[in-house]
């Protein structure tokens, strides 16, 4: 409980940078429980629709229906390649040009290996965003200047969250 607690009052004290390098972007914490065609599809949204700066990683439940890849810093292969026709409109397997990203975008997407459980009302959902956060400092070394929890429900529609976010000085760290 105080690694918890400790945890986030780094997320309310620190300095605020602005959002330019890799060290210095935003981080986009996600949990999910999906099928893999929804998670492919939530992570291929945060990816086109932010900076190459912005760094996503992602927590699947105890409870999820799948197996996500091992470690957290793992080949994009599982989200970036495959077509799938609830995503991609067709099983041809092909993902045509508008599908493309780049070597960046391939490196910008991790996965927390904690797969602590996430319940409704319990405040389980902020302690795996927590944890999320903890482990891309600790381990992964990130250093971002803001964190943006997201709900896997929702989507980006446009591109400059990022923008919005350090405009407003919304979760800086």
Partial sequence: MIRIWF?????????VRGIDT?????????LTYEEIHYVRN??????????????????????SKVNPPEGS?????W????SDRYIDGGASGELTSTHAFTSRDRERVFIN?????????????LRQHLSNFEHARADLKLKPAYIMF????????TPGV?????????AFI
């Fill in 42 to 63: 939530l992570v291929r949204n945060l990816v086109s629709l932010t900076l190459p700066s912005t760094n996503i990683i992602v927590h699947f439940s105890a409870s």
């Fill in 22 to 30: 890799v060290d210095n972007g935003l981080l986009i914490s996600t």
């Fill in 150 to 157: 997201h709900a896997a429900h929702s989507r980006l529609l």
């Fill in 79 to 82: 989200w970036a390649n495959g």
């Fill in 162 to 170: 990022e923008h919005f976010i350090a405009k407003n000085k919304f």
């Fill in 73 to 77: 810093k793992t080949s994009a292969d």
């Fill in 7 to 15: 945890t986030a009052a780094l997320l309310v004290i620190g300095l």
């Fill in 113 to 125: 290996p904690n797969r602590g459980p996430t319940h409704h009302a319990i405040g389980s959902v």
